[in-house]
T-cell receptor, first 111, second 113 residues
Framework: DAGVTQSPTHLIKTRGQQVTLRCSPKSGHDTVSWYQQALGQGPQFIFQYYEEEERQRGNFPDRFSGHQFPNYSSELNVNALLLGDSALYLC??????????FGPGTRLTVT | GDSVTQMEGPVTLSEEAFLTINCTYTATGYPSLFWYVQYPGEGLQLLLKATKADDKGSNKGFEATYRKETTSFHLEKGSVQVSDSAVYFCALSSGGSNYKLTFGKGTLLTVNP
């Protein structure tokens, strides 16, 4: 049984560019959450998707947007990248309100 | 709002030493509490959890007890191994759901042989 998978593993972008990160949830899971983990910090909640709708959102600007597809996979989009967006982006999946399982993350570097 | 405070790291121990990592929280209502572990280059793995006061979560020799009166959820292990070296995160979810996890800053544990 594959766990949560994320792509790409690493990504380097330039300030002002746009980026799309992808997540495939664990089999049987229908909910996907995204977190940003800056170096040396704990993960910060960005948003959560359920039934293709954004169910809850953390304190992140509108530059951060997402999408969930009918097969429950999800994308995180970040527009107008800033240096401060450099971080590890973690995807977590769950079955409705049950415990969240995390993927290995995508390391984004903005130069 | 919700918040989690963990003891500052790094923590360095010798193999077979006793481990305590302190965690206190602020939350509305009755949160669920978690400990996650992050090994180098990997994502987070759920280590243990507790969903109500006085519950004890345990896994792989680690334990933590949900103390509502002191708003704490301290992680303990009686005898650490080199393989326990990792970053440990205390987290909570509140509002009766698991929608959003609020994490502490993490504590780096290094165990020397």
């Amino acid at each position: 049984d594959a766990g949560v998978t994320q792509s790409p593993t690493h990504l380097i972008k330039t300030r002002g560019q746009q980026v799309t990160l992808r997540c495939s949830p664990k089999s049987g899971h229908d909910t996907v959450s995204w977190y940003q983990q800056a170096l040396g910090q704990g993960p910060q909640f960005i948003f959560q998707y359920y039934e293709e709708e954004e169910r809850q959102r953390g304190n992140f600007p509108d530059r951060f947007s997402g999408h969930q597809f009918p097969n429950y996979s999800s994308e995180l989009n970040v527009n107008a990248l800033l240096l401060g967006d450099s971080a590890l982006y973690l995807c977590a999946s769950s079955f409705t309100n049950y415990e969240q399982y995390f993927g290995p993350g995508t390391r984004l570097t903005v130069t | 709002g919700d918040s989690v405070t963990q003891m500052e790291g790094p923590v360095t121990l010798s193999e077979e030493a006793f481990l305590t990592i302190n965690c206190t929280y602020t939350a509305t209502g009755y949160p669920s509490l978690f400990w996650y572990v992050q090994y180098p280059g990997e994502g987070l793995q759920l280590l243990l959890k507790a969903t109500k006061a006085d519950d004890k979560g345990s896994n792989k020799g680690f334990e933590a007890t949900y103390r509502k009166e002191t708003t704490s959820f301290h992680l303990e292990k009686g005898s650490v191994q080199v393989s326990d070296s990792a970053v440990y995160f205390c987290a909570l979810s509140s509002g009766g759901s698991n929608y959003k996890l609020t994490f502490g800053k993490g504590t780096l544990l290094t165990v020397n042989p």
